[in-house]
């Protein structure tokens, strides 16, 4: 596609592709905010690619993110999870005003590639959980999510279902919507086919389409564990069980999987979407990084702070001290996200450019090099214009017959199936 035409194609992209909530937020923006749909339908047209979910934990990850897509004429995802900004959060970027620092971005910097704004692990462990979301939801959507993950896979295998089912009359057909079975804790509860197949055919019956399925194929959130990695086999088995119901793949723990795991999921699974999370927020701070985005320690187990990347050598010993003094370990400077979220942005510019420009380049490298995602931005305009809506429909085609999955034989059927979850803990993000 030509400069002038792809230039052509995105204007007419804006007028038709914006999703209702976006159009109303911002009606004379010319960024391009679209439903995960489309993100998803790009990844399938090119073939064997993915793009990344980028984990929002601070604003210098959304702007280095966006230039990166944009250098790579890449679809993007930006999201952030419930714990890191839903109600009870620990970073400062939310659920309510994600999609509004996007939208500014965009504008400022000029980007002009198709972004999705995704609520990831929006997560449901019980009933008081349920009541809230069919408030809270409504509300995140009023505030320009244009996709989402409700991820209810803490709970048995039943419940899980249930609550998806429950909840999907919340969630704007147009829209994104991801599901989970199998909570993400590494080599331990690994995800079986028989718990995919329950979820996506449960779901099926009720005529609820997910464009994606989270599954715990191996790996962890987080500081990765040297054993903890994506179980390629594995995947590839459940995804093809999946094939026709039409679902994609979204791979969560991304970070720590080195490029030529990543490849193969790229290249051998349905994965449309690989959410990086961890990775993003340690380059940001400076924090050193090898190949796959797994944070270097020292011999002490402490972070080695790189002096001429990321944050100011000051801010960072403040960080550093301010940890200590409340017992935080490698795995929860995570929460350091919120505090000094306005300290980040009080640093000198050539620091905050530095943090950004980071970003940048370890984006651009997994979507060009390792994800096959370089060039898929006129790939999702074009899904956008031969649908001429921002509508793309359902994947899926409704297959199993509902009076077999009513409440009670969804009980009936969940009785009989696997109960190794693994080991208990907070896998929420």
């Known amino acids: 596609m030509g400069t002038t035409n792809y230039s052509r194609d995105f204007e007419r992209a804006l007028e038709v592709g ?51 897509a944009q250098r790579a004429n890449a679809a993007i995802i930006i999201e952030i999870a419930k714990s890191e900004g839903g109600a009870h959060a620990y970073c400062a970027v939310s659920y309510w005003n994600m999609a509004r620092q996007v939208d500014t971005v965009c504008n400022e910097l000029g980007i002009r590639v198709p972004v999705a704004i995704h609520a990831d692990h929006y997560g449901i462990k019980n009933e008081k959980d349920l009541e809230a979301a069919r408030t809270e939801i409504p509300s995140m959507f009023d505030a320009g999510i244009t996709s989402i993950a409700i ?76 054993e903890a990695g994506i179980q390629v086999d594995l995947t590839k088995a459940i995804h093809n069980s999946l094939a026709k119901y039409g679902v994609s793949g979204a791979q969560h723990g991304t970070s720590g999987n080195d490029s030529e795991r990543l490849k193969r999921i790229a290249g051998e699974t349905n994965t449309t979407k690989a959410n990086v999370a961890t990775a993003l927020q340690m380059i940001t701070w400076g924090v050193e990084v090898n190949e796959y985005g797994n944070a270097v320690l020292d011999e002490d187990g402490e972070f080695i702070k790189l002096p001429d990347r990321g944050v100011g050598e000051e801010l960072w010993s403040e960080m550093v001290a301010y940890a200590k003094d409340r017992g935080l370990k490698a795995g929860d400077y995570k929460k350091l996200n919120l505090p000094f979220e306005n300290r980040l942005h009080g640093q000198d510019r050539a620091i905050r450019q530095r943090m950004v420009k980071g970003v940048e380049d370890f984006v651009y490298d997994l979507l060009v090099k390792v994800f096959n995602a370089g060039d898929t931005a006129p790939l999702a305009i074009d899904a956008i214009l031969r649908a001429g809506s921002h509508d793309m429909g359902p994947k899926g085609s409704p297959m199993e017959d509902p009076s077999e999955w009513i409440e009670a034989r969804i009980k009936e059927k969940a009785k009989s199936m696997s109960r190794d979850k693994g080991p208990e803990g907070d896998f929420e993000d």
Not at 27 to 32: D, I, M, R, T
Not at 35 to 62: C, L, P, Q
Not at 157 to 179: F, R
Not at 190 to 199: D, N, R
């Open 151 to 226: 991820d209810a896979s803490h709970m048995p295998d039943d419940k899980n279902l249930l609550a998806n089912i429950g909840l999907s009359p919340y969630v704007p057909p147009w829209a994104g919507y991801e599901t989970e079975v199998g909570e993400i804790k590494g080599k331990e509860g690994l995800t079986t086919v028989e718990e995919a197949l329950f979820l996506i055919r449960g779901l099926n019956a009720h005529r609820v389409f997910p464009d994606w399925i989270a599954l715990n194929n191996g790996t962890t959130h987080g500081i990765q564990d040297s």
């Open 18 to 68: 914006r999703p209702p909530n976006i159009g109303e937020l911002f009606p004379n923006s010319k960024a391009l905010l679209v439903s995960g749909k489309v993100i998803d339908r790009a990844m399938i047209a090119k073939g064997k690619a993915m793009t990344m979910a980028a984990n929002a934990r601070n604003h210098f990850i959304i702007r280095g993110a966006l230039r990166a």
